[in-house]
């Protein structure tokens, strides 16, 4: 156990499907990531948010929409995506002012895109 | 030139081997060195963390810097079964709060064998 915890686990949605991926950590963390792990490729960052504020979008398309309302909570929403977007998407927080870079992940959402 | 480069592996050994692991990176800025270990159906780990050249030891962990030729290592002896995983490098430049700014090598899936 984390701290950081994922829903759902596992998701298929077709391309034309409206769904969201959930984060929710518990260890009083002020930064919050979306990352995705696709076979074979090195970690890609997508989103970052310090103290519920954006602070990175990592040229996203805007078929994944990030909110986080609170510094406890993050979700990606999912529209109209592709079947190169079947990755596991990685959340993960961090204290803001911790300068060792070290994250806290979740254990993932693995997203099938039909 | 990608940022970091690790090679993918797959290694698979005899139990009790020692292991190596490797990573290269091209930046000059970076300066803060990370392994982060991954077993399947998890998230990433943080398995060791340094910031200078040389080596830091933790158990049958040991992680070695080279700064000069941009090459990282870890290195894991008497190696067991649990340490069957995904083994990812990651770096980041010094200074200022963290965001969690890490770039992720591709990582190298480890198979320990009894």
């Known amino acids: 156990e984390t701290g950081v915890t994922q829903t759902p686990r596992h998701l298929v949605m077709g391309m034309t499907n409206k769904k969201s991926l959930k984060c929710e950590q518990h260890l009083g963390h002020n930064a919050m990531y979306w990352y995705k792990q696709s076979a074979k490729k090195p970690l890609e960052l997508m989103f970052v948010?310090?103290?519920?504020?954006?602070?990175e979008n990592n040229s996203v398309p805007s078929r994944f929409s990030p909110e986080c309302p609170n510094s406890s909570h993050l979700f990606l929403h999912l529209h109209t995506l592709q079947p190169e977007d079947s990755a596991l998407y990685l959340c993960?927080?961090?204290?803001?002012?911790?300068?060792?870079?070290?994250?806290?992940f979740g254990e993932g959402s693995r997203l099938t895109v039909l | 030139q990608k940022e970091v480069e690790q090679d993918p592996g797959p290694l698979s050994v005899p139990e009790g081997a020692i292991v190596s692991l490797n990573c290269t990176y091209s930046?000059?800025?970076?300066?803060?060195f990370m392994w982060y270990r991954q077993y399947s159906r998890k998230g990433p780990e943080l398995l060791m963390y340094?910031?200078?050249?040389g080596n830091k030891e933790d158990g049958r962990f040991t992680a070695q810097v080279d700064k000069s030729s941009k090459y990282i290592s870890l290195f894991i002896r008497d190696s067991q079964p649990s340490d069957s995983a995904t083994y990812l490098c990651?770096?980041?430049?010094?200074?200022?709060?963290?965001?969690?700014?890490?770039?992720f090598g591709q990582g190298t899936i480890l198979t320990v064998h009894p």
């Open positions: 993960a927080s961090s204290h803001q002012i911790l300068s060792t870079g070290e994250l806290f």
């Open positions: 948010y310090n103290f519920k504020e954006q602070t």
């Open positions: 340094t910031y200078s050249s």
């Open positions: 990651a770096i980041k430049n010094a200074g200022g709060t963290s965001y969690g700014k890490l770039t």
């Open positions: 930046n000059s800025a970076f300066q803060y």
